[in-house]
């Protein structure tokens, strides 16, 4: 796979469209519906069968998507804003649902769903900042210290808050 070119344009998405794709659990794409593959500029052939992490944009603190997986993985469903990067270089912000899905027979996890759809500029604006901070902590000191930073974050907007609650936090605190 190519490198993709950066362009510091943003995609606008339609509100009343919503991107779904599925992966298996180790998060290979099983599925990709047409409004992802139209944002993404990516052909189902070019996502079937490929990580989720083709549209991860470099933007991305590394310490949200392990705790996204610690969550998922632990069989409790989630939500993140997520900056995604598209084929040519664009990118566009999302928030994300994921949920589990499960064998019927055996409750095993084989795989996840989501569906992400477009999110307002204020959280983008507070989410944006958080992950700048959380990107520079990791490029300078890992991805132990942006998770340390991460979780004292959260303390100081209340005890009880949770990575997996951050985002409706994000919307009460602001």
């Known amino acids: 796979m190519a490198k993709v070119t950066l362009i510091d344009e943003e995609i606008e998405l339609d509100p009343k469209r919503y991107i779904v794709s599925e992966t298996d659990e180790k998060g290979k794409i099983t599925f990709a519906n047409d409004y992802f593959m139209e944002v993404s500029g990516y052909t189902q052939e070019e996502l079937i069968g490929k990580p989720h992490n083709i549209v991860r944009h470099p933007d991305m603190p590394k310490v949200v998507f392990k705790l996204l997986w610690?969550?998922?993985?632990?069989?409790?469903?989630?939500?993140?804003?997520?900056?995604?990067?598209?084929?040519?270089?664009?990118?566009?912000?999302?928030?994300?649902?994921?949920?589990?899905?499960?064998?019927?027979?055996?409750?095993?996890?084989?795989?996840?769903?989501?569906?992400?759809?477009?999110?307002?500029?204020?959280?983008?604006?507070?989410?944006?900042?958080?992950?700048?901070?959380?990107?520079?902590?990791?490029?300078?000191?890992?991805?132990e210290a942006s998770e340390k930073y991460l979780i004292n974050f959260l303390k100081e907007k209340g005890d009880d808050i949770e990575f997996s609650n951050i985002m409706e936090e994000i919307h009460r605190f602001y």
């Open 70 to 143: 610690e969550t998922i993985s632990k069989g409790k469903n989630i939500n993140a804003v997520v900056k995604n990067l598209a084929k040519d270089g664009r990118y566009y912000w999302i928030f994300t649902e994921f949920e589990i899905r499960k064998d019927t027979d055996t409750g095993k996890i084989i795989g996840y769903h989501a569906s992400r759809k477009t999110i307002s500029k204020h959280v983008i604006e507070i989410i944006s900042q958080l992950y700048k901070e959380l990107l520079r902590i990791e490029n300078e000191s890992g991805i």
